[in-house]
């Protein structure tokens, strides 16, 4: 080839990205049939030219769609692992409320107190937890024994002592 006459494969219709190849795209210029063939080049050249415009046109139309169809299975992963985070996120929560719960119940048992009042324990430690069961024990009397009356009660049961129960009821009577 002479270095007067212009290149066939330097024309910017043979880039790979140029717009006029996009077949999605509309060339804002007017489009010359084949203007960047040589005017006196073998009719094979232009038809082995047209071939490969029309090659790399299709080539960028696959790699466009190809591109796409990457972006949709990217942006469905994506999706399916913040599902998957999500998921992992609420089952370490609701493990750290029953891990709490459970050394709440647990300390409360220790201390003497309730299921009820258990709940009611404060703190995210077992030391917090057990100084608050003890101040909780302090308001509330909770898990220390009753007092006993000493006036309240059955008494002296002996029954050989006043007679029992029937000697009683013919004192009554009379």
Do not use: C, Y
Request: overall charge negative; glycine content about 6%.
């Amino acid at each position: 080839m002479a270095d007067d006459q212009p290149n066939p494969f330097a024309s910017k219709q043979n880039a790979p990205n140029h717009p006029a190849d996009d077949p999605k795209t509309p060339d804002p210029t007017p489009k010359e049939p084949e203007s960047d063939d040589p005017p006196n080049a073998d009719p094979a050249v232009k038809s082995v030219l047209a071939k490969e415009r029309k090659a790399a046109r299709d080539a960028t139309a696959r790699a466009t769609a190809a591109e796409a169809k990457l972006q949709e299975i990217a942006d469905k992963d994506k999706g399916e692992l913040q599902r998957a985070t999500e998921r992992a996120e609420k089952a370490e929560r609701e493990a750290g409320q029953a891990t709490t719960r459970a050394l709440r119940l647990e300390v409360a048992a220790d201390k003497g107190l309730s299921a009820a009042l258990a709940a009611r324990l404060q703190g995210s430690t077992r030391e917090e937890l057990e100084s608050d069961a003890t101040e909780l024990l302090k308001l509330t009397g909770a898990g220390t024994p009753a007092r006993r009356d000493p006036d309240q009660g059955r008494g002296d049961t002996d029954p050989a002592k006043d007679g029992g129960m029937s000697a009683w009821m013919r004192r009554s009577v009379h």
